[in-house]
C-alpha cells in the first residue's frame, strides 16, 4: 500500500506557484537582472499568448520566460510556450509533450513564439501546427521551448546539442510550475533540429530532470553525424542555397559553443563579410542571393583550413549518434529527405540499437524532410497513446 501510495502522489500534478505577468510587446524576452528563482525550470514571468503561435485546439495559451542552463552552464532565461487541452484534466493531470523546433535561424526574431504570419520564416514555424494542434485534440498538453538566445539575450548556439536538451526539458518543469493541470509523465517530441536537441534531452533527462517521468521521444528526421557532412558541403562547387545556409548558422553555432576554436578565422574572406548575417537573419533569409545563397559551399571555408578541431568538436559534443538512451525512442525519417540524408539517418539508428536504446525505426518512401511530421502524425499519435495513455477527462 506504501507503495501504491507513494506512485499515486509521484503521478499527481504539481501545485502551481504564485507566477508575476511578464511584460507587454518584446520587452517581455528580457529579464530582469538579477536573474529571478533559484532552479532551472523556475518561472521568471508569463503572460498570455496570442497571435500565430498560439494553438487553436488549446483551451489556454500562455507565453513563458523560464530559467534554464546556458551553454557555458550559467543560469539563463529561455522563452517558450504551454497550450493546455480544452476541458477539464484528468486527475492525474494532462500528459505532457514537450516539443523541440526544427531550424529557423539565430537571430532573435526567428524564435518561434515571435511568429507572426509576415515573419521571413513563417513557414518553418506554422509547418507543425496541424501536428501540435491534433495532440491537444487527443488530450496531451503541448509546450515548445524557443531554445537558448533566440529571442532571449545572447546567441542561439546552434546544434548544440545540451544546451536545446536543457531548454526542453526546463521548459517541461516551468509548464509544471505554472499550471497544476499538468502531469509528470512526458514524452518528448521534436523535428530536424529538434530531433537532435529531442535526442539529447532523452540523454540528460535521468540526471537533469529529476523528479519527471519520461515515457518516450519520437525523432523526425533528426540532424547526425556533422562533422562527416563537413566534407560534403566542401565538395559543392556550385552554389546551393540550402547546403550553405546551414553551414553558415552550424559555424555561427560552434563559434557560441567555443570561441577558443576562432571559426571566423577559418572562414573564406566573402564568406566573412557576409557572417554577420547569421546573426540578423532568418534561415529562408540567408539563402537569399544577397546572403550564403549565392555562395558555393565549398567556398564558406578557406581552402587550407584543418577542420580536424572543428570535427572533433561536432562529433565530440553535438552528434546524436554518440548518446546513451535507456528510455523508449522511436525515429521518423523521409526516404526523399536531402537535408537530413536518410543514410545518415539508418547509421544513427544502428548506433543507437547497438547501444541497448529500445527504439522503433520507421522510413515512409518518398517523403522529403519537411512532410515527414505530416506523414507520421498517425503513426505518432498511435505511438504517444501507447507510451502516455488516452486522457480521459474528469467530468
Given amino acids: 500500500m506504501a ?57 489556454s495559451n500562455q507565453l513563458v ?99 536545446e536538451g536543457r531548454a526542453v526539458l526546463d521548459m517541461v518543469r516551468a509548464a509544471r510550475k505554472l499550471s497544476s493541470s499538468l502531469s509528470r509523465r512526458y514524452v518528448i517530441a521534436g523535428h530536424s533540429q529538434g530531433g537532435q536537441a ?35 558541403a566542401r565538395g559543392i562547387n556550385d552554389p546551393n542555397p540550402g547546403i550553405a545556409s546551414f553551414a553558415a548558422i552550424i559555424a555561427r553555432g560552434v563559434d557560441v559553443a567555443r570561441p577558443q576554436l576562432n571559426v571566423a578565422s577559418l572562414l573564406s574572406d566573402r564568406a566573412r563579410q557576409l557572417y554577420p548575417q547569421t546573426d540578423q537573419r532568418c534561415l529562408l533569409e540567408l539563402r537569399g542571393q544577397d546572403s550564403f545563397g549565392a555562395l558555393p559551399p565549398a567556398q564558406i571555408f578557406r581552402s ?26 522511436r525515429i521518423e525519417q523521409g526516404s526523399a529527405d536531402t537535408t537530413v540524408f536518410p543514410s545518415f539517418t539508418d547509421q544513427l539508428a544502428q548506433a543507437l540499437q547497438g547501444r541497448k536504446t529500445p527504439l522503433v525505426y520507421k522510413k515512409y518512401a518518398g517523403v522529403d524532410h519537411g512532410a515527414i511530421v505530416g506523414k507520421a502524425e498517425s503513426d505518432a499519435l498511435k505511438w504517444l497513446r501507447t507510451r502516455l495513455g488516452r486522457p480521459h477527462r474528469s467530468s
Avoid at 506557484?17 to 530582469?32: D, I, R
Avoid at 521571413?120 to 491534433?134: G, K
Wanted: net charge positive.
Fill in 304 to 329: 587550407d583550413v584543418d577542420f580536424n578541431p572543428f570535427a572533433a568538436a561536432l562529433d565530440q559534443e553535438d552528434d546524436a549518434e554518440n548518446l546513451t538512451i535507456h528510455t523508449p525512442v
Fill in 198 to 232: 529531442a535526442l539529447f534531452a532523452a540523454r540528460l533527462a535521468p540526471t537533469y530532470a529529476g523528479g519527471l517521468q519520461l515515457r518516450g521521444t519520437i525523432a523526425y528526421a533528426p540532424v547526425s553525424h556533422l562533422s562527416e557532412q563537413i566534407p560534403i
Fill in 3 to 59: 507503495a501504491l501510495a507513494a506512485l499515486l502522489l509521484a503521478a499527481a500534478p504539481a501545485s502551481a506557484a504564485k507566477v508575476h505577468k511578464g511584460p507587454a510587446g518584446l520587452k517581455f524576452y528580457t529579464p530582469p537582472s538579477p536573474l529571478p528563482g533559484a532552479a532551472h525550470g523556475d518561472v521568471i514571468w508569463a503572460r498570455k499568448l496570442t497571435g500565430q503561435p498560439a494553438l487553436k485546439q488549446a483551451g
Fill in 65 to 163: 520566460l523560464y530559467r534554464s542552463t546556458g551553454v557555458d552552464g550559467r543560469p539563463i532565461a529561455v522563452s517558450g510556450t504551454v497550450s493546455l487541452p480544452k476541458g477539464k484534466a484528468p486527475k492525474r493531470g494532462w500528459p505532457v509533450v514537450t516539443w523541440a523546433h526544427g531550424t529557423t535561424g539565430i537571430a532573435d526574431r526567428c524564435a518561434p513564439s515571435r511568429d507572426t504570419a509576415s515573419n521571413p520564416d513563417h513557414q518553418l514555424s506554422s509547418y507543425v501546427y496541424p501536428q501540435l494542434n491534433a495532440w491537444l485534440k487527443a488530450g496531451y498538453a503541448v509546450v515548445r521551448t524557443d531554445y537558448e538566445g533566440l529571442g532571449t539575450p545572447g546567441v542561439h548556439p546552434y546544434l548544440n546539442g545540451r544546451s
